[in-house]
């Protein structure tokens, strides 16, 4: 066995060191099995050595998807089930399950986690050899390492991620002159900007190794350093942000990090790898023994491939350690850090399903779920400690062959938390050019951007993001104050036939503007947002930029930071209908940004202001208001009585006016995952918090 097993999987391991031998009649029934103690000799058949330990389990999951295609070949009318024993798994490669995988409708392929053990296929490798030194850190070097055969910008040490080096060690730093272009990239992007002095030091080791962490309004771009000019303060990168705009600007007085500095080591459960060298130092946590810890560095970036794939279920495996490096030219993109790669990837592939799986520890996504795909379901899985989102379906570029459009796929009940460790702009679910999605009962937590994502297209032009379903989703803590310009729910472009409704969305923090619940950016349409609980935001419950007769009824939205109900742009068309909704807040604006003309609708909704009165723009109060702006018929100010709303309560006492307005009471205890899940393991935040 190349690894050393952790935690749950040590037990595992050790009770089927007990067992011994098991008898077939007692193993619940598989056509192949697969066990850290099996051979790929043997014939797969059976779930543990036999006593002569002749026959028994194969030990790679290779040798039996080899085994299965011989089956599916043979018996293209049978399913087929493959069991995997607890323990841990290194991938040499990349799995590809393709057409010669596949089931059939009536004959599926499955492949699980044996009945109540841990399984855990990894694209990592465990480090071992360490010394210790003089000052007690571990240090031992890896040759591949050196050669450049292998590079790796994760570390997982007993199950939890470990950092690189960074400086500050406390907050951020902050450019002095702002971002400005080399004639190289003249129009293409920033590669250069003012440092503080004393912030950037020529004279540290490797640095080309060392990375720039520029924070933009709504990304973040990681650009290593090319040279630093001492004199000037100057710091130029490799490579250049995304674009040379206004969001890719590298803003005088923006902040900024720097990461994988050598001399920076120095803090308890930080890393360094020295690429030239190999060498590889590590400062232990407290209690930590070379012997008795488990130290992992990915080596494959993807770990599971799904292409021409169908009728396929894996159920109850654990993937992890996925890899992600950044390229010499550095990472920049212009939203949402779509172009990250996933560790598990789905192309052209129909009616395949993850399910109650877990994906943890990568440095890149979850999920991916590309081009032409249908009807492919993740459920009930766990994706946490993610170097960027949780679940990517569709593709940026509009598809106008119906036959071949990425729809009808399904994410629910769903943990998705605790990432975005790498790439803080990434997103728990997104949708792309992709209609006819179910997003529902996930729980969406940790992140540092938008919780779920919705379209690909800016304004009014095409779009094939349409009649997507986001129901009953918790979302929470996100934002946590590092990025501007997000929303819990967040769409884009023209979109008829999506609906959100049932979802509970609080605690979303940006730093600067747009930190809304519910959020219609640019061209959304025909969009319908109903029976949502939004609370607790920066900016606004509900926002909308710009689009056209979105309908906004039966919510429930309250203590808006800045206001509860914000508009951007002015147009000559109706831009939403917001009606029956109740509005609750305590002495902060009521409406926000611009509610100038008249192409909107306001009307039987409740507004209760806990702290004073309910003034609408110029500080009219709702007679006045309906009187001078002709909105807002058949709306009533009165207290909604709510049990405990400054806790999260917002569950209607008895006498509620709320019914005055034809408020209908729904479920916000139905939001998020209708399965349990095991208590999180620690993991510390990824980015300085304001």
């Known amino acids: 066995m190349i690894m050393r097993l952790s935690g749950l999987a040590v037990m595992i ?54 085994a299965v295609r011989a089956a599916r070949a043979a018996h293209p009318d049978r399913p087929v089930t493959v069991l995997i024993r607890g323990g841990l798994y290194p991938l040499l490669a990349t799995l590809h399950f393709g057409g010669a995988d596949s089931g059939s409708a009536k004959a599926e392929v499955t492949w699980a986690a044996y009945p109540g053990e841990v399984p855990v296929l990894s694209g990592g490798r465990r480090v071992s050899g360490w010394q210790v030194g003089a000052e007690g850190r571990w240090q031992v070097t890896l040759p591949s390492v050196a050669s450049g055969a292998w590079n790796f910008g994760q570390l997982y040490v007993n199950g939890s991620r ?75 990168t490799t490579g250049p942000t995304i674009a040379a705009a206004f969001y890719e600007e590298i803003r005088s007085g923006a902040r900024y990090l720097v990461e994988n500095v050598k001399e920076g080591l120095s803090e308890p ?77 789905f192309e052209g592939s129909h009616d395949t399903s993850l399910d109650a799986d877990t994906i943890r520890n990568t440095g890149n996504w979850g999920v991916e779920i590309g081009a032409n795909c249908q009807r492919n379901t993740v459920s009930r899985c766990l994706m946490t400690d993610l170097g960027a989102g949780g679940v990517k379906i569709g593709i940026a570029g509009v598809v106008t062959d119906e036959a071949t459009l990425t729809s009808h796929n399904t994410v629910s009940d769903c943990r998705i938390v605790h990432s975005g460790r790498v790439h803080p702009a990434a997103i728990g679910v997104w949708i792309g050019q992709s209609p006819y999605n179910t997003i529902t009962h996930n729980e969406i937590a940790d992140l540092y951007y938008t919780g779920i994502s919705v379209g690909w297209t800016w304004g009014y032009a095409a779009s094939a993001s349409h009649h997507n379903e986001i129901s009953y989703n918790r979302i929470h803590k996100i934002g946590q104050k590092l990025l501007s310009d997000m929303g819990g729910i967040y769409n884009l472009g023209v979109s008829p036939g999506m609906t959100i409704h049932h979802n509970v969305l609080s605690d979303i923090n940006s730093n600067d503007y747009g930190g809304w619940g519910i959020y219609f950016d640019e061209g959304s349409t025909g969009v319908v947002a109903y029976d949502n609980l939004v609370y607790d935001t920066k900016s606004a419950p509900f926002h909308q930029h710009y689009g056209e007769k979105n309908v906004v009824r039966n919510n429930i939205f309250a203590l808006g930071r800045e ?35 008249s192409q909107f609708a306001l009307k039987r909704n409740l507004y209760w202001n806990a702290g004073g ?15 001078a702006r002709k909105q807002d018929e058949g709306s009533i100010v009165a207290d909604p009585k709510f049990a405990d709303p400054e806790h999260g309560d917002f569950t209607l006492k008895p006498g509620s006016s709320a019914a005055k307005i034809g408020f209908q009471p729904f479920d916000v205890k139905s939001a998020g995952p209708r399965v349990a899940f095991p208590k999180d393991a620690p993991v510390a935040p990824a980015f300085p918090l304001p």
């Open 162 to 236: 470990r950092c690189r080096p960074r400086l500050p060690k406390q907050g951020t730093y902050n450019v002095t002159t702002a971002g400005s272009s080399t004639p190289a990239n003249a129009g293409k992007g920033f590669d250069r900007f003012g440092f503080r002095d004393g912030d950037l030091n020529a004279s540290w080791q490797n640095l080309s190794d060392v990375e720039v962490l520029p924070i933009h309004i709504w990304a973040m771009s990681r650009l290593r350093i090319a040279n630093i000019d001492s004199a000037a303060h100057l710091v130029t």
């Open 563 to 597: 206001a509860q109900l914000m508009r951007t742009r002015e147009e000559d068309h109706l831009a939403f209908t917001a009606e029956g909704n109740i509005l609750y807040y305590n002495n902060r604006p009521l409406l926000g940004s611009n509610w100038n003309g």
């Open 269 to 345: 459960g930080e890393w360094y790898l020295d690429r030239h060298s190999g060498e590889l130092t590590y400062i232990p946590m407290a209690g930590e023994k070379p012997a008795s810890t488990e130290v992992i560095a990915p080596l494959l970036d993807r770990l599971v491939e799904f292409a021409g794939a169908s009728h396929i279920t894996v159920r109850g495996i654990t993937f992890a350690h996925a890899s992600w490096n950044t390229p010499p030219q550095g990472n920049s993109f212009y939203q949402a850090e779509m172009n990250i790669p996933a560790a598990i990837y």
């Open 613 to 627: 009165d309910v003034l609408f723009p110029g500080g009219l109060k709702l007679a006045a208001w309906q009187q």
């Open 13 to 66: 391991g050790a009770a089927i060191g007990a067992m011994g031998t098991l008898a077939a009649s007692a193993a619940p029934r598989a056509d192949f099995y697969v066990a850290n103690n099996g051979s790929d000799a043997w014939s797969g058949k059976l779930a543990a050595p036999n006593r002569a330990r002749k026959d028994g389990p194969f030990a790679s999951p290779a040798r039996a998807q080899e």
